[in-house]
């Protein structure tokens, strides 16, 4: 008669060994499953919240786990990239003069009202231009000598005695839906001896918020300081007061005008070689432009024609006849 092997018996010190082991791995996997899923929920809102708001910059942290997570390196297509060095040690780019390519129309589909027959103009093109609605004036930027090459307001009696009581803010400020590389900023003027010259003036402003908005930079150029509260200044008053006595609306144009090679302040502004205002009554039909030197020595003169004015920027600001 065969005896069945009896099976050895398992060690009760072994047992109890391999358990503790077996549920000291299955308790870390717990905490680093959880930091896991922590981490990635963090990186996923995250994500989010940069997708809705690209002008903020992205933190190191939150890049890393964007790329862990298999986001694209440069996955927000509005982001500013980080300057390589400290801002005041960037070379300024080269600046050429104002628009000089084919033709373009303008469009300004938020803003026509600030354009006689809601035509807004036809400029000689460039890649850096762009269209910026404010709630009392309009503006054309160049983004490559980081000025306007227009601003154009609409003007009436009714809203000059309303400017009247506005209080002047003072509180210039960098043009934040322009990008960095294309806008100037307040340390561009600072120590450069020229004045911030508005082009659509803080005086012409009927209400609080576009008293605020004149101090735009965009809505600015480097003015000699001399000229812009002497000649320029005289030039502004004697436009109110013709918008004071005119029966309707009138659209002012005001903008700068480049030498080849102007000279520049700060990281790439240009300094214009003249400033023009260009003057529309929609009612009467009439149009003069005011062509001034930016400079000390500059008086007032008598204006020139709106035809002449085209003939020397290749502007078309108002509408054919006008």
Known sequence: MTRAKKSPAKKKGSTSRSTARASARSSGRFPRFLKALLFSSLASFGAASY??????????????????????????????????????????????????????????????????????????G???????C??????????????PVFVAERLNRQMLTQAQGQRRTDKFYAEARLPRAERAELDDYRGSGFSRGHMAPAADMSTAEGMAQSFSLAN???????HNGGAWSSIEQDTRKYVMRAAGDVYVFTGPV????PKTIGSGVAVPSYIYKVVYDATSGRSWVHWQANAASTKVGPPISYEEFVRRTGLKLLPAGG
């Not at 780019?93 to 026509?112: K, Y």
């Not at 460039?126 to 910026?132: D, G, H, N, T, Y």
């Open 51 to 124: 997708v809705l708001n690209p002008q903020w910059r992205i933190p190191a942290p939150v890049q890393e786990a964007l790329t862990r997570l298999g986001w694209p390196q440069h996955w927000a297509p509005h982001r500013e990239p980080q300057r390589a060095q400290p801002r005041e040690q960037a070379a300024p780019a080269a600046v050429t003069a104002a628009p000089t390519g084919a033709p373009a129309q303008t469009m300004f589909p938020e803003c026509r009202q600030f354009f006689p027959h809601s035509r807004p103009p036809e400029v000689p």
């Open 126 to 132: 460039s890649q850096k231009l762009r269209e910026v």
């Open 134 to 147: 404010f709630s009392a004036f309009a503006i054309l930027h160049n983004g490559q000598t980081k000025t």
């Open 220 to 226: 600015m150029v480097p003015q000699d300081q001399t």
């Open 258 to 261: 480049y030498s080849d090679k």
